[in-house]
């Protein structure tokens, strides 16, 4: 036991959760340590989500719009894809953000413990490092351990052509033929890049559409265009058996849709993430993890022991970054004796497919489950003469208002850039806005941004200028 530290607030986890909330908490002034069990800082987000899949979804999307220039004379060719060097790139990408945090905590002086950390009292941590253990004790402590990819049971263990979202975003090859199990964000936006690259994709989905739990007319135009481009999507199916053979993975499906059994070159599996609540000894200092693995927390993130707290992907949906970094602030500053709480009317989630598809607030399924008397009003990008130059013409933005009161409950886009759009939407249902008030700001033309502004003034009886 040597080396041995104490830190007023020690954050276990250095994904965006527990970065943002030890930055935070050293700017006000604690004595912060920061445990990670793996080498670089930033977490899922950083070295294996958000990041790479964003930079490789960057190159499918130059990849897809310089073939469809061909529709005004521009031709390109056939792209030759050097994987290593992509491969290069997107790391290079990774580790600059990654750098750049470990230059952070420096600047602070926020101490960096490697290790695989697990508690051992109700103010003590254990962490398993290269030299040795080390104990370390602290006054408060913010949980920030996130989530790990599912695993589906009876598939071939250890063959490398069974793929979690982190080994597809190795790039180890391109596979002639792709099966993704699991039709949500994190499977349609791997499947959009392998596609890019020159796989042969078929997604199989359980539910009985893609990205379930979003309105459906949101989902429509993505649908339409990947059923032209992949090679099949199966909904209300269900993997049944994957066999290891010497040619392929030998896939068996179950469910009225399912094909016969069909050879792949490799397989990703991406079927949701879970907590990592069940792996840190959370017990040991008292801390209540549920059967699922989250840590339930109060509106000050705080766990049932006062003086721990829990933020991120480990306590609770939506597993997002954006999410998990206000919680982080949220935790820090309530360490600090601010009066914070983590208070958001929403959290806005992105699938940065081809079309993008972003949504906010409430969606129509939600509206109507609870009864409310909203009014929808659509603006079909058909009608946006930017969304036609730039290839967006069968988008569309949604808003939904509540009858009553004239004010935003929901959003939906998709798109090219739904994703930045989004954000407006955002803030007018934070700040109350009601759809005059959307209706009356200026937007510049000609942009995306106006089809919010479009929409509103649907919702308000008032458009007159399209194009
Ligand atoms: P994590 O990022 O999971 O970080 C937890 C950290 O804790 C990890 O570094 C882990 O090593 C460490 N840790 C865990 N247990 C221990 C232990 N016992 N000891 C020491 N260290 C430990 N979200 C978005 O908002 N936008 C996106 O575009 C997006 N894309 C994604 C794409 C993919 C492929 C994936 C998998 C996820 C994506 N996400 C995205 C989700 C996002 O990555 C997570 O919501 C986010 O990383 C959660 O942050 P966190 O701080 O809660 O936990």
Redesign the pocket.
């Known amino acids: 036991q040597r080396g041995n530290l104490h830190a007023e607030v020690l954050v ?8 943002t909330a030890a930055f935070r908490a050293a700017d006000l002034g604690q004595r912060v340590v920061l ?4 080498p670089t ?10 990041i ?3 930079a490789l979804l960057h190159v499918a999307k130059v990849l897809t719009e310089a073939e469809a220039m061909s529709h005004a004379g521009i031709h390109f060719g056939r792209p030759r894809i050097e994987l290593a060097e992509l491969r290069k790139w997107k790391d290079d990408v990774v580790a600059r953000l990654t750098k750049g945090l470990s230059s952070l905590a420096k600047q602070r002086q926020v101490p960096v413990v490697q ?4 508690f051992v009292g109700p103010h003590a941590l254990k ?1 398993k490092t290269a030299e040795g253990h080390k104990t370390i004790t602290f006054d408060a402590c913010i949980i ?6 599912v695993k589906l049971p009876g598939l071939p263990d250890g063959d490398p052509r069974v793929m979690d ?2 080994d597809a ?1 190795r790039l180890d090859e391109i596979p002639r033929r792709l099966l993704v199990i699991g039709g949500g ?2 499977g349609l ?2 499947a959009t890049v392998y596609h890019a690259l020159g796989s042969r994709i078929s997604v199989v989905e359980l539910q009985d559409g893609l990205i379930p739990g979003v309105d459906r007319d949101v989902i429509k135009p993505l649908e339409k265009k990947i059923r032209a481009r992949y090679e099949a999507i199966y909904l209300k199916t269900r993997v049944a058996k994957v066999e290891a053979l010497n040619e392929g993975l030998r896939v068996t499906f179950e469910g009225d849709q399912a094909p016969e059994p069909q050879v792949y070159d490799r397989v990703l599996v991406a079927v949701g ?1 879970r907590p ?1 609540g069940k ?2 000894q959370a017990e040991a200092a008292g801390v209540r993890v549920d059967e699922r693995g989250y840590i339930p927390v109060d509106r000050q993130q705080r766990t049932n022991v006062p003086h721990i707290f829990a ?4 306590c609770g949906e939506p ?6 970094t206000h919680e ?1 602030k949220v935790a820090a500053e309530v360490i600090a004796g601010m009066k914070s709480a983590f208070d958001a009317r929403t959290i806005p989630s ?1 699938a ?1 497919t081809d079309p993008e598809v972003a949504w906010m607030g409430a969606t129509e399924i939600d509206l109507k489950a609870q009864g409310i008397d909203y009014e929808r009003a659509v603006f079909p990008w058909a009608a946006s003469g930017r969304a036609l130059a730039g290839g967006g013409a069968d988008g569309l933005t949604k808003l939904l208002f509540d009858k009553a009161t004239r004010r935003l409950l929901g959003a939906a886009m998709v798109g090219p850039h739904a994703g930045e759009l989004i954000s407006e939407t955002v803030l007018a249902l934070e700040m109350g806005a009601e759809a005059e008030d959307i209706g009356l700001t200026i937007h510049p033309h000609p942009t995306l941004s106006e089809t919010v502004y479009f929409a509103a003034e649907m919702a308000e009886g008032t458009i007159t200028d399209l194009y």
Request: proline residues 3%; charged residues 15%.
């Open positions: 276990l986890g250095a994904g965006p959760g527990g970065y445990v990670e069990r793996y800082l930033g977490g899922v987000c950083l070295n294996v989500g958000c790479p899949s964003k290790g695989v950390g697990e962490v920030a351990a996130g989530s790990q990819a979202s982190t975003l964000i994190i936006e791997m993430r990592n792996a840190i933020i991120g992907d480990i597993m997002l970054a954006h999410k998990a982080g992105v940065y």
